[in-house]
């Protein structure tokens, strides 16, 4: 890849990870990827659950689903692939507004205080979208400040949670509620905490899980473009809601279009415990929490990996899910498939290598380019 094509790539990465995406509220990250995907597949559309979803015929000039053929219901049995990428991101969740105007937060998807940090976060009431502070409180107290006492190391030694944090707005619940904020709106991180970091040959960053999948997700709908190439099947991108939630989109995808074969783009955990690596290649899942994934197609994935001399590094992941393990462990999909970039420190401050997002581009439309 020229210079210019990586200035792209993580030009669109940074846009990504700067752009918020809470559980449930993946708007503007859909219009971001709707615009880079458009002129790229044969028809784009938003389904009820609201995932972006691209569609790419085998054969040029193959008319384009209608309404009616955009799903499995009424289009049958097909050997089409539907490949995703989630827009969600790990955020929080308003539980209660205090008198004093302070929020107390819950998670929404796995994220505990301490993997993201204290410090700034936006709040993304319905009129407006402001920066607060998560705060624990002041470090300088005693056992009269219980909250803050338990979470000292030397102290209470207990882990800090959900219910030892709050957030400073500097409003009154009057002011909160005009900017429309209430038990249930959505608190991310904030933007200034969301730049991508140069590290030698890495680049690192909040919320890679699963921006950086889904820029190589884009990528790949380029690369077919550019090189005048069709899929062997016809190919779904799509572009999921609600992964950190239960793979909510994902479930109602698989279940609702054309195809046999789930195939999720994910962060991939690197630790000695899988044998898996931030510097070899790409991840390719052969079971995790959820489920076994199908033997023929995590094969495939190694073997495409393999001949590009890409180091690909297979897998047994135990605390990991995903859109296509929550589809098949439901029986929304026969088959399902998991390639991931290996990723330093997934649901923290996460790290990969720069060619990372390139290699899962290149597998990914070697696979489709195979038939099934």
């Not at 624990?136 to 030397?154: L, M």
């Not at 619940?173 to 608190?187: D, E, H, I, M, N």
């Not at 590009?308 to 026969?334: I, M, W, Y």
Request: charged residues 25%; glycine residues 10%.
């Amino acid at each position: 890849m020229g210079h210019g094509d990586r200035d792209s790539t993580e030009g669109l990465l940074q846009e990504l990870v700067l752009t918020y995406g809470p559980c449930g509220q993946e708007d503007v990250v859909r219009a971001v990827c709707a615009r880079e995907l458009e002129p790229l597949v044969d028809d784009m559309w938003t389904d009820l659950a609201g995932n972006l979803i691209g569609y790419i015929a085998a054969t040029d000039g193959a008319a384009v689903p209608d309404e009616r053929h955009r799903s499995a219901a009424t289009a049958g049995p097909s050997a089409a692939t539907r490949v995703m990428a989630h827009m969600d991101e790990l955020s929080m969740l308003v539980k209660r507004i205090e008198p004093d105007g302070s929020l107390h937060l819950t998670q929404l998807g796995v994220m505990y205080p301490g993997n993201f940090g204290l410090g700034p976060v936006a709040v993304l009431g319905d009129h407006e979208t402001f920066t607060a502070v998560l705060t624990v409180g002041s470090e300088h107290t005693t056992k009269e400040s219980p909250r803050i006492w338990q979470t000292k190391p030397d102290q209470g030694d207990k882990a800090l949670d959900w219910q030892h944090v709050y957030v400073f707005t500097g409003r009154d619940p009057k002011a909160l509620a005009a900017a429309g904020v209430r038990p249930g709106t959505r608190v991310c991180v904030d933007r200034s905490k969301r730049t991508l970091v140069d590290i030698g040959d890495y680049v690192g960053a909040y919320f890679l899980d699963d921006r950086a999948a889904v820029t190589a997700l884009l990528r790949s709908a380029r690369l077919l473009r550019e090189r005048g190439q069709r899929p062997a099947d016809d190919v779904y991108l799509v572009f999921t809601t609600n992964e950190e939630i239960g793979g909510v989109g994902g479930s109602y995808a698989s279940a609702s279009l054309p195809g046999t074969l789930t195939l999720a783009l994910e962060v991939g955990p690197t630790e000695e415990e899988y044998a898996t690596s931030v510097t070899g290649g790409p991840i390719i899942g052969y079971s995790d929490a959820l489920c076994v994934y199908d033997k023929d197609i995590a094969d495939r994935l190694m073997a495409i990996a393999d001949e590009r001399g890409l180091a690909p590094q297979a897998a047994v992941l135990g605390a990991f899910e995903c859109d296509a393990s929550h589809a098949k462990a439901n029986g929304l999909t026969p088959r399902a498939g998991l390639l991931c970039l290996p990723t330093l420190s997934t649901h923290g401050y996460e790290v990969i290598s720069r060619k990372a997002i390139d290699a899962m581009a290149d597998v990914i439309v070697d696979f489709l380019l195979q038939p099934d």
